[in-house]
């Protein structure tokens, strides 16, 4: 994207889907802090790490230790996402620029269901509904905007598209 942008004159869009935390996690060289060579071997012998936990083909104390892996993939995504601030900002585009960061899901490491009792859930889908997959990070800034703002209630990507649709057209979207 970084490259893409540096060609063009013209207004651009760009959307990036990171997959980089989702299994199999494998943080790259330097972003793994947290997970020993062991937890890299499980993850390497797991087949479908959702059936194996969920159907107790495998204990939850495994899925549990995985999240070391799954930690240092959020991180590399994190240092990605700031590069590509930072970079904005040093072209002087930042300011111009509607930047949306959001995700589609969490993922759970054995938490308890809220909607089976006594079922833990392993990975996401398969009509799961927890916290850990829901609550996930919304991050809006506004061509313009100096001050942030923290917005505590829930709130849904339904808008998105109509406030995109705003700031193209020149508006301000508030929502």
């Not at 330097?30 to 204990?59: K, T």
């Not at 070391?68 to 970079?87: A, F, K, N, P």
């Not at 620029?97 to 969490?106: Q, R, S």
């Amino acid at each position: 994207l970084l490259d893409w942008t540096e060609s063009t004159s013209k207004p651009w869009a760009g959307v990036i889907n990171l997959m980089d935390a989702h299994t199999r996690y494998h943080p790259p060289e330097g972003y793994n802090q947290w997970a020993s060579d062991d937890e890299h071997a499980l993850m390497d012998n797991i087949g479908n790490p959702v059936w194996e936990f969920q159907c107790e083909h495998r204990p939850f104390d495994e899925l549990e230790a995985l999240e070391d892996l799954y930690d240092g993939c959020i991180r590399y995504v994190d240092d990605q996402l700031s590069r590509l601030i930072e970079e904005q900002a040093a072209a002087g585009e930042l300011d111009e620029t509607l930047v949306i960061i959001t995700a589609d899901h969490g993922e759970c490491f054995g938490e308890e269901s809220r909607v089976r009792p006594d079922t833990r859930l392993a990975g996401h889908g398969e009509a799961k509904i927890h916290e850990a997959l829901l609550h996930v990070p919304l991050i809006v800034k506004r061509p313009g905007q100096e001050v942030g703002e923290r917005v505590e209630r829930p709130v849904s990507l339904t808008r998105l598209a109509p406030a995109i649709r705003r700031t193209v057209e020149g508006g301000i979207p508030r929502e």
